[in-house]
Structures are given as C-alpha cells and as structure tokens.
C-alpha cells in the first residue's frame, strides 16, 4: 500500500490552500490556481509567501474568459487531460492515485474520468448566490458531485444541513469541516496587552457587514476605538439599501480608524492588537446565513475577546463569541469586556482560549481529514 497524496484543484482561496499546506506537511501535495484572463491579468494573484513545504507542489493556469462557464465544452478535454497527468505525477510519487478535492461544482465534467472513491467534494459555500442564473446547471454538477464523491466537506454547518436533506441517499458521506487557521495565526505571546479599548474588524468592507448597526455601535461609545482593517469591497451581493453611503459616514467617524487592505501575512498582527474583535455582520444575509467565516478561528486564535452577530456558525461557539442581537446589546457587552480587562482571570480565560484554538489549526484539520479517509479504505 503506498501513500496519501492529494491534488487541489482551485486552490485560490485562503482555506483551500491552508489543507493543502497542512496535508503537505506528510503527503505529495498539488495546489492549483485557475483564473480567467480578466480576473489574473488586472489582479495578478501569486501564493502564500510561506515557505512552502518540500511535499507541496503549486501551480496556476491562467484560461480564457467563459473556460469554466459558457466555452466550458471547448476546454473540457484539455482540462480533463491536465488533471489526469497531474494525476500521475502523484502516482509516482506516492505508489496510489491521489485523492481529488473539488471545492466548486464547476469542476464536476473535468474529473469525470477520475474513480469515485478518489473524489472529495468540498463545499464552502451556496455557489447559487453567486450565480442565480445558473442555479439549474450549479446544482446539476453539485449533485453529480455528491453522489459521486466518497466525502462531502462542508465548510458551514448550515450548509451541511441543506446538503443533508437535500441528498438524503448520500447523507452518510457529508461532514462538516469548518475553516481552521494557519498556526502563525496563534497568538503567542498573550503575555503583550493589546491597544487598550479598540475593537477591531479584519475582511472586506462590503455589504455583508451591518453598517447601520455599525454606525449606532460606533456613536454610541465615543470612548472606544474602532478599526476597520480591509478594501472597500464595493459588489453588491444584497440589495440592504444605502450602505455605501452609511459605510462612508462609518469611517469618517472620529473615533474610527480605517487602515485599508494589508499582506496576508500582517493580518494576525492586526488580530492580536485588537482589545476586542468583532463580526458585525448582516444577519439574514443569505452570505453570511451559508458561511463559515474564516473570521471566527481567527479571532478565537487571538486569544481575545470576540463578538459577532448571531451568524449561524458563530452560535457554535459560545464559550469563545459573545453572540448581540441589537446595537445596544453590542454596545453594552463591548463595555463588559472592558471592565474585565482588569480582572485578574481574564488572563487565564485567554489561555484557555488559545488552548480551544490549537485543536483548530489546519494542521489538526488535516488529520481529521486524513483518519476519515483511512476509515474508508
């Protein structure tokens, strides 16, 4: 019997290229980037700067516009080809045909010749949200995927209970797998006092945040710092009226300070300077309904305070996020947190919240991951 070995296809995103990295630390490893013309040329995207592992090969393929959509037919044999080469790149290395992981249903006709109990299907996300016009099709290849796949990953529990219910004949095979973190992410040195009274927010500065709940928080406690680290992500994924114009009013706010976007390897950093950290986020958004925000491991690695709205997957947590449900709510709780500061205790609540949060590297999903598959064969 040889060894594991793994191959990524999309591996854009910040938490597929985590496992990667983790899983990369025992087994040959391929991450793979695929990106359209439009979107590489302007943005340019490149990898971690990480060292990463000897086991981890990466690569990007860069396609024209529509190679995964509407010219998806055009490209289907080339793509299908590439991926059973890399394929056998991983054979050799490890002696077995890799495992397969697909984080989007737009992958289901390139890894049609790849065996079924080589598949894992790794679901992050509703994917209909991003493309409403192309439900019909989206959940025709998400469908093929599950049925096929000896493994379903599910970011979201929430996503884990519609895919449940939704394949019922396949249920047995869905897991939830929500985001780890990357272990730099572990603030080590708990010891170092934060910047006293700031609550602080890392992401996007889109419409999934409750700006109007921002505002009233921000007005309603002069004394507190506010900091906002993140673009202004100006997609409109839900119609929730003037935001932008709300957002803008946010951050000219005196107590706020807004620092833009920075290096991916800065932003626990910015995390661990952080009194509190916060999710203010919209709470029917279908978005943040379906999600697992990466927020949630990040800040819990912190080892401070965290506080969110109630987003279905933070409520998993309630040892470690203070759930608010009005501005007032958030208000009063972010005063708490500060009169704990000086409590003695609070310092080892820390602790043990930085204890929770080193069962939830990716190193530990990894081997999650990795015992689930051996108990399949």
Known sequence: MGKLSFLFLAANSPWTYGLAEALAQNYPTHAVQFYDWRTYYPHKPTWSKRIPPPLLNRSIHVLPSGYAGRLEKLFRFYLQQLIQNWCRQLNQKSGEHPWLIVPHPDFAPWVRKIPNE??????????????PDRKTKILEQEKELIER?????????????TLKKRHEQSSSKIHHYPHGFVKTYLNCQPEIPPEPMTVGYVGNLGDRLDWQLIYQ?????????????GGLDEQIMLDQGNWQAIRQAVLALPNVRHIGQVPSDKVAEYYWSFAVNW???????????????TKIMDGIASGHPVLSTDIP?????????????????ASDRIRKQFTLVEKLDIYEKSLKQLEFARQHTWQIRAQTLENWLLQLY
Not at 118 to 131: G, S
Not at 217 to 226: G, L, M, Q, R, S
């Open 149 to 161: 796949a000896s493994i379903t990953l599910c970011a979201s529990n929430s996503q884990l209970l």
């Open 313 to 329: 997957e933070c409520r998993l947590y309630p040892e470690w996020i203070s759930i608010f449900n009005s501005a007032e709510d």
């Open 279 to 293: 999710i203010p986020y919209v709470v029917d958004h279908p978005f943040n309904q379906a999600s697992c925000p």
């Open 118 to 131: 080589r598949l894992i299907y790794y679901n992050f996300d509703d994917y209909v949200l991003y493309r």
């Open 217 to 229: 928080v921000i007005k309603a406690c002069p004394e507190i710092t506010f900091i906002f680290v």
